[in-house]
């Protein structure tokens, strides 16, 4: 499995929304219920006022006391149990809320706790922290308020909708007029602004491109005093991107402006006056008939605008909630089932006919037999690009090999649980990951229970203990905050890690590349202490630093062209005779040590 095989799926299902919301789906429908029920109470009152000023207006005596306060003590206890019920749906939807995402958050650790190391390699942490974090907090949006704030917009409308229509059905039909025009218009300035869509998203890929562009090449700019040429690159995407805007929002701005006009409070309430005006004119109804259509007709349009505005919050949670599944779908490493596990027996490593290929397709590995025998040391050289690093990294278990296997003491890696796998194969890379924790607990992150005496002498082997202690609070440190390191302090950190856990394999990939050179010389002191009597695999830059390896390996175009001692291979005359004579450096970016 690669890295990009392990990238994340397409969901699977057409409804992003449908998927993510199925285990709250009854939850929110009785909010969006009791929201909009409870909205329909708190309009009531309305239906009241009209009632006592039709009452106040008609025949003398039609106002009796006894009417007013049943009408008052009505509206007001409707009134009151409406806000009760919208109270209990907005917090049916925020405890469906706080339920869904604690399962989403808990259900993402849970899959990057199971996906292959290498699917890190290939992807931002900003991507990985969007998911968890930025796109759940969308959801949150759409969990806690998007279906009570329908379910309250639609219960307006609905209640409105249906007074009015037994008010008069004739009336309520001219009041309800401009609502069928909104949605005209607005369909139009959606298609108007959707034949633009192409050039304004082209428009933004160039400007982002420029930027990008333009901010990295600021010092090469100022040393050349390129300026002219490079701001006009930027400009030249600026004034594109500024007309590709202006050609997606002038049909939009026009035709949503008309439509929102269209359903106005004083434009539907003018379309009420002069309606009800033509009735009375015509004797079809009396005057105080008209003031019901003139108090709820216009409150129409707050809750029709909502609805418009959730459209647009609808569209954020789809794709946040395409980024999600997809996160959730990445595919897992596979482990042994349960009661299907094996243990090693000893630590010799063998790799039978191992293949690799990103995406299937392309091909990195090709054919690789080697046998890495216990308490041996295993150079692996070769040009930048040659598999090195991918080969390493097979053996660590980031991916699978696409075609053999590779076995530890005979057992296939992929029938040895992860746990186990990594108590027995430690490794320095070049990438140094701690977490933001004291230095102490950084470095007893494979072993928690470890006593501070065994932290220190971790620390001690890989030259870092007098390092700590000069900080502000020594090994409780925290990294990132009173624990200032530089990249060759960390890498001796993460040393001090793999230290504590004494594996009994050790692979090294670029462990001093990140180092200067007084750092380099304490971390490959460190090494060396640490490397003696382990199966150590090393990717080596420098050719000086492994002619003592018990075995080089000489790798290119990702199958192994030669392999055997130093002195063998110089005897040979081939490809590492050759990188040899160069001076003993290869055209990499990397680095390792050998044990003295």
């Known amino acids: 499995m690669s890295t990009h095989d392990a990238a994340p799926a397409e969901p699977k299902q057409a409804d992003p929304i449908r998927r993510i919301l199925q285990p709250i789906r009854g939850r929110l429908i009785v909010a969006a219920l009791l929201t909009g029920i409870g909205s329909m109470f708190t309009l009531v009152p309305l239906a009241g006022i009209a009632q006592l000023a039709t009452m106040a207006l008609g025949p003398a005596g039609a106002l009796a006391q006894g009417d007013v306060w049943r009408i008052v003590i009505a509206s007001a206890a409707s009134l009151f149990l409406g806000m009760a019920l919208i109270s209990l749906g907005e917090l049916a939807a925020h405890l469906a809320d706080n339920r869904i995402t604690h399962q989403l958050r808990l259900q993402a650790m849970r899959r990057l706790g199971q996906v292959p190391l290498g699917w890190f390699t290939s992807r931002a942490s900003g991507e990985v922290k969007q998911a968890m974090q930025d796109d759940i907090n969308t959801l949150h949006s759409l969990t806690a308020h998007f279906y009570t704030t329908t379910g309250r917009a639609v219960g307006a409308i609905a209640i409105s909708v249906v007074y009015l229509f037994a008010m008069d059905w004739r009336m309520a039909l001219i009041a309800i007029l401009p609502f069928p025009g909104f949605f005209l218009f607005f369909g139009r300035a959606m298609k108007a602004s959707g034949s633009n869509m192409d050039q304004f998203v082209a428009g933004m890929g160039r400007i982002n491109h420029a930027v990008v562009e333009f901010v990295n090449g600021i010092p090469v700019v100022k040393a050349f005093g390129a300026t002219g040429r490079a701001h006009g690159s930027y400009r030249a995407a600026v004034d594109a991107f500024a007309d590709a805007f202006a050609a997606f929002t002038r049909p939009l701005v026009g035709s949503m402006a008309n439509a929102n006009a269209l359903i106005a409070p004083v434009a539907v309430l003018g ?13 079809i109804m009396a005057p105080v008939d008209v003031l019901p259509f003139a108090l709820v007709a216009p409150g129409i349009s707050a809750p029709m605008l909502l609805l418009h505005y959730l459209t647009h919050d609808l569209n954020n949670a789809t794709g946040a909630a395409q980024r999600v599944l997809a996160l959730l779908d990445t595919p897992v490493l596979a482990q042994p089932a349960p009661g299907q596990q094996q243990l090693p027996n000893g630590t010799e490593i063998r790799l039978e006919g191992v293949g690799y290929a990103y995406d299937g397709q392309n091909q990195v590995l090709s054919d690789i037999n080697l046998t890495l025998r216990p308490g041996t040391v ?11 690093s991918t080969l390493a990294r097979l053996l660590l278990r980031f991916f699978d090999p696409s075609v053999g296997r590779i076995t530890l003491g005979g057992v296939d890696l992929r029938q040895i649980a992860t746990t186990e796998l990594y108590r027995r194969v430690g490794f320095v890379l070049q ?17 928690p229970g470890a006593s501070s005496g065994e932290v220190e002498a971790a620390a001690r ?13 020594g090994y409780d440190s925290v990294i990132g905050e009173d624990a200032q390191l530089s990249g060759g302090e960390l890498q001796r950190v993460s040393i001090a890690r793999a230290v504590l856990l004494d594996p009994s394999v050790l692979v090294l990939d670029e462990a001093t590349a990140a180092a200067d050179a007084e750092n380099e010389v304490a971390i490959q002191d460190a090494l060396s202490r640490f490397a003696r009597g382990r199966t150590l695999l090393v990717i080596a830059h420098r050719l000086d630093t492994i002619m003592h390896a018990d075995h080089i390996v ?4 990702g199958a192994i062209l030669e392999q055997g001692s130093h002195a063998g291979l110089l005897a040979d005359k081939g490809r590492y005779a050759q990188l040899w004579a160069l001076g003993g450096y290869q055209d990499t970016q990397e680095d390792a040590v050998l044990p003295c």
Not at 379 to 388: E, L
Not at 462 to 472: D, Q, T, V
């Open 271 to 283: 379309v009420v006056v002069i309606a009800g005006t033509v009735f009375v004119a015509l004797d």
């Open 378 to 388: 295993t150079a692996i050289v070769g040009a930048s690009g040659s598999g090195k």
């Open 431 to 447: 990438e140094v990951r701690l977490i933001h924790a004291s230095v102490r607990e950084n470095i007893a992150l494979g072993r």
């Open 461 to 473: 082997l890989a030259n870092i203990h007098e390092r700590i202690l000069a900080l502000p609070r």
């Open 554 to 557: 000489v790798v290119e175009n």
